[in-house]
């Protein structure tokens, strides 16, 4: 394990911190956009041999023969990654992490973990949309529709891989069908009002202390690795912070104000909250553990689902 005291140590004197995230965040929790494996199989086999299917971002994009079996695909991939998440741990620990700073996220994760685990969703910006609003496929208009509860409703009426034909959402101005936000391709509406909050972010923390946290993104991504580090570049007292299994890379220009942490984010995340010395905030639903804790006293395992008597 690295020494990551001076890490810590500048999370404490940040006065905010900017956290980036992508795939490998989603696949430290057990959502894998890309991969033909068993999660993928138990979910959407019938579809993977009707269809052929090879993973779930294939179906995001799909063109599908009919709205009954596209909103099949979208309500069972919405109702099992998002009506049924419960917090995880290494989202338990990125909260005790930020703790009681200021904090912005920017993601290309849409199935909405961070809001779902407490993250203030004035203070996300999901660049490439998300699964808990719909729109216009056109689109003919401009807003955005909310969409977790509509899913919730299909997914509960879902035959054989079909959603009833009178539950299709259809746009309440044209008629015409609607799109999950994220899987509107080219035709996606984008969210300026999310986008105006962080560059007021950025000007509120200008010339300030920022720590710049970037989990589970690869060296290729330039919708928010390459811009986060120019930020850093251009920002006197920002710090870089990128963690990722197996690929981690800092521009020159930045090396001196960096740091690389080659790993899992389930192993590094709670070791750097421990580093901080950061509480673990324990996330209760119906009065039971929505993860698993542990005890500060003797260290054992509180398993999730442990009735908390609330």
């Known amino acids: 394990m690295p020494d990551l005291k001076p890490i810590a140590a500048k999370i404490k004197e940040a006065d905010a911190i900017l956290i980036g995230a992508s795939n490998g965040l989603s696949i430290t929790e057990g959502l894998h956009l890309f991969a033909d494996n068993g999660a993928f199989e138990r979910l959407f086999g019938d579809f993977k041999r009707k269809y052929g299917l090879g993973c779930i971002l294939q179906g995001m994009m799909a063109g599908w023969p009919s709205e009954e079996e596209k909103w099949a695909f979208w309500a069972r991939l919405i109702h099992h990654y998002c009506g049924q998440y419960q917090p995880t741990p290494v989202m338990n620990d990125l909260k005790a992490i930020v703790g009681e700073k200021d904090y912005f996220i920017v993601t290309s994760n ?16 999901e660049i490439e949309g998300n699964w808990f609003t719909m729109q216009c496929a056109r689109p003919c208009h401009d807003t955005l529709y909310p969409s977790l509860e509509m ?3 299909l997914s509960a009426a879902e035959q054989s891989g079909h959603v009833p034909t ?17 899987g509107a391709g080219q035709r996606m509406i984008p969210d300026t009002a999310a986008q105006a909050r962080f560059q007021n972010f950025l000007k509120t923390y200008h010339g300030k202390k920022l720590v710049v946290l970037e989990l589970g993104i690869g060296w ?20 870089y912070v990128t963690i990722n299994l197996g690929e981690v890379y800092i521009a020159d220009n930045i090396k001196e104000k960096s740091f690389g942490l080659d790993g899992r984010l389930d192993e590094l995340l709670p070791a750097l909250r421990e580093a901080c010395g950061a509480e673990m905030e324990l996330f209760i639903r119906d009065g039971s553990l929505a993860a698993d804790a542990v005890c500060d006293t003797c260290g054992h395992v509180i398993p999730a689902g442990t009735n908390m008597g609330g």
């Open 110 to 125: 849409g199935e909405g973990h961070f809001e779902l685990c407490g993250f203030d969703p004035t203070k996300i910006y």
């Open 151 to 153: 899913a919730e409703q």
């Open 166 to 182: 009178e539950l299709v959402p259809r746009c309440p101005k044209c008629g015409g069908p609607m799109d999950i936000h994220m």
């Open 220 to 239: 290729r991504n330039q919708l928010i690795k390459a811009p986060m580090m120019r930020l850093v570049a251009s920002e006197p007292n920002a710090t």
